[in-house]
């Protein structure tokens, strides 16, 4: 199944989601230098903190930040990431940074980073097709910004 996204009103959301919010905006700000000293102002659990911080975002922020991260687990054969990274290209976005892990039991692990500005297509249609992409195992989207 695909991802799905929405648009939420603040005051419709539990409050773990918006003091996790309100760290990631302290910590850009740079009013605090670590999680721990911003989740702690809030009220926050560092645990509550890293479950929530890479899905959630101001509307504003995932119009300006392009840059998301995908991970992947691929089935270590010739061609699988040449072929997961022509769909990207032909999804018009440009790989950043790609990360292999040295393949163990058949599988690599795979991290790259995508600028997804140029793209047409929302992230959740490249997420789906790489994950329908033969030689991929598992696909998913651990960060944006």
Same mark, same amino acid.
């Given at each position: /199944?695909? %991802? *799905? =996204? =929405?648009?939420? *009103? ?12 309100? #760290?990631?905006? /302290?910590?850009? @700000?740079? %009013? ?13 659990? @560092?645990?509550?903190? !890293?479950? !929530?911080?890479?899905?959630? !975002? /101001? ?6 930040? @392009?840059? $998301? ?14 072929? $997961? ?6 999804? %018009? ?16 692990? $795979? #991290? ?6 140029? /793209? +047409? +297509? ?5 997420? %789906?097709?790489? *994950?329908? +992409?033969?030689? #991929? @195992? ?5 960060? +944006?910004?």
């Amino acid at each position: /199944m695909a %991802e *799905r =996204y =929405y648009v939420v *009103r603040e005051d419709l959301l539990p409050e773990g989601i918006v003091k996790t919010m309100h #760290v990631k905006e /302290m910590l850009q @700000r740079g %009013e605090v230098s670590t999680v721990h000293e911003a989740a702690e102002r809030v009220g926050l659990s @560092r645990s509550a903190f !890293y479950k !929530y911080k890479d899905g959630i !975002y /101001m509307l504003d922020q995932m119009d300006r930040e @392009r840059i $998301v991260t995908i991970a992947m687990d691929l089935d270590h054969r010739s061609g699988v990431l040449s072929k $997961v990274l022509s769909l990207v290209a032909a999804s %018009e976005g440009n790989v950043l940074t790609i990360h292999q892990t040295i393949p163990l039991q058949g599988m690599a692990g $795979v #991290v790259i980073s995508v600028d997804t500005a140029p /793209m +047409q +297509q929302p992230i959740a249609t490249l997420i %789906e097709a790489l *994950r329908q +992409q033969d030689g #991929v @195992r598992k696909v998913n989207l651990t960060g +944006q910004g």
